[in-house]
């Protein structure tokens, strides 16, 4: 797919911040879009904003996008207002802070929400896409699955997990006809990102951007197919130095969390 012009799309997370930025961009590119979040309130008013285009209109499908039963029905509905689904854009995500101490909750809901919303999505769609060759999957990752987030272990373990899920998908079905991109942004202005945070605004606010300009970037993509989105391009350099040298990374992140730590104490 090199434009969305007349798909029929579905976004997760779309209630608010990077998935609503895309629904309202595929929108107005003239998709037909099933916006979903779990948040009823929130989808419902964002997709009542998208207004219409040309072939292009929105409607909001709430609930849950990450159990078995959620992404299911979710996949039912979208089907049986869109037909074939040609385009999925697992978004939804969350964000919990801290390392091994992070309670069993935290750790479960950024396996599910993160990760395996992708795999249960997934394992439902491919076989309708494998039998018509082709398929479009567009998963939010984050930064963190190619580099890491200080202070976010359950977030930088499940966005690895996240990209390892997209990598593997690409390199076994792209010569059926499967499209799969992960977007792997660094500081996004969004209800995620909101600046209450002092560590995370010390960390990535001076080169936030905003969700229109991952949308922007996410559309350029679309049109010539590259696995990784990244709409900071210098994520790009800091990913090839991780790869070329490990531990002079590592110790440079290690000065960054010394720095944090510092500024809180
Ligand atoms: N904001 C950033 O700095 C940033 C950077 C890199 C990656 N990301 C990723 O971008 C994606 C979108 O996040 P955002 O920044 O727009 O944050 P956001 O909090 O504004 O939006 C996330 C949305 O996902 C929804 N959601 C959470 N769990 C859900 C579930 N189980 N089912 C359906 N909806 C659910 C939330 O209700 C919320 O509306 C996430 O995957 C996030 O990890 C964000």
Redesign the pocket.
């Known amino acids: 797919m090199k434009s969305v012009a007349g798909a029929g799309v579905v976004v ?2 779309a ?5 609503a930025a895309l629904a309202r961009r595929f929108v107005a590119e003239g998709a037909r879009v099933v916006l ?4 009823a309130a ?1 989808v419902t008013a964002v997709a009542e904003s998208c207004g219409s285009a040309p072939e292009g209109y929105a409607v909001a499908v709430p609930g ?3 159990s078995e039963e ?1 992404v299911a029905a979710l996949i039912s509905s979208a089907r049986a207002e869109l037909g074939e689904i040609d385009l999925y854009c697992a ?5 919990r802070r801290g390392g091994p101490e992070a309670g069993e909750a935290d750790w479960a809901d950024s396996w599910n ?2 990760v395996m ?1 992708h795999v249960r999505a997934a394992r439902l769609l491919l076989p309708g896409w494998l039998e018509r060759g082709s398929g479009h999957l567009i998963c ?5 699955g190619l580099l890491a987030t200080p202070g976010s272990a359950p977030y930088s373990v499940t ?1 690895h997990g996240a990209l390892a899920f997209a990598d593997w998908l690409s390199l076994t079905h792209r010569h059926r006809g499967l499209t799969v991109q992960a977007i792997c ?4 202005r ?4 909101d600046g209450s945070d002092p560590q995370l605004e010390k960390l ?1 606010g001076a080169d936030a951007i905003m ?1 229109d300009d991952v949308a922007d970037t996410v559309m350029a993509a679309i049109a010539d197919g590259r696995f990784l989105i990244l709409p900071h391009p210098d994520v790009a350099r800091m990913y090839a130095g991780r790869a070329a040298d490990p531990d002079r990374w590592l110790a440079g992140m290690n000065r960054i969390q010394q720095c944090l730590e510092e500024d809180l104490a």
């Not at 978004?91 to 964000?95: D, E, R």
């Open positions: 997760t997370g209630g608010s911040g990077i998935g979903n979040d779990v948040n929130a849950d996008a990450a959620g978004n939804a995500g969350v964000a929400v993160n919303a939010t990752v984050s930064a963190a966005k942004p660094m500081g996004v969004t209800g995620m990102f990535l969700p």
